[in-house]
């Protein structure tokens, strides 16, 4: 006869519990998905010309934690230089949440005269390709343990630069959590 106690039931529910909010509990890598492209500023002052952009970019946070970030600056590139950059500011989101953040961007009209014909040309095709790289940082809490965590993300753009609607992206990230 085997003897039963409520203790030893307890433990293993506890057990139990413990294992699956582990496995519950793996980082996920967040996603990013730039929803639009707008012209906040265009001035034309010849021979350079000054465009502010505001990007809005849908962020999901797949994990069971909230995610604390710092402010950031995210690199635009064209054609393989830089030609702008976008400020990320600090920040936090819930866990398994979805929000859109507005990152206002400023373009480079020295490097946008440096690649005019081929600006020219990505506008009569109606197709820009732009790049983009930002490393996000922050803390993601778990009781009273904080853990510090590093996002790279890469996106490859399309753009149609005369309504500036996205076209095509491809977003990679990579998560890189630090246990201290």
């Keep these: 006869m085997v003897n039963w106690s409520w203790t030893s039931a307890v433990v293993g529910a506890a057990t139990a519990a413990a294992t699956a909010a582990l496995i519950s509990a793996k980082p996920k890598d967040p996603t990013f998905h730039l929803v639009s492209v707008n012209i ?3 001035k034309l002052g010849l021979p350079l010309i000054d465009v502010e952009l505001m990007l809005t970019v849908h962020v999901t946070n797949p994990n069971a934690v909230p995610i604390h970030y710092s402010s950031t600056e995210m690199s ?10 976008a400020q990320v500011s600090a920040g936090s989101q819930p866990p398994h949440s979805c929000q859109l953040l507005h990152l206002p961007a400023r373009l480079s009209s020295m490097e946008m005269a440096h690649h005019a014909v081929q600006l020219m040309a990505d506008v009569g095709r109606r197709e820009m390709v732009l790049d983009a790289i930002v490393d996000i940082e922050g803390v993601a809490r778990v009781v009273w343990w904080e853990h510090k965590f590093k996002v790279h993300v890469e996106s490859h753009v399309t753009v149609d630069p005369v309504f500036l609607d996205v076209v095509d992206q491809e977003n990679k990230s990579d998560l890189e959590l630090f246990v201290t």
């Design 40 to 42: 906040t500023s265009f």
């Design 76 to 85: 635009i590139f064209y054609a393989g230089s830089l030609l702008g950059s």
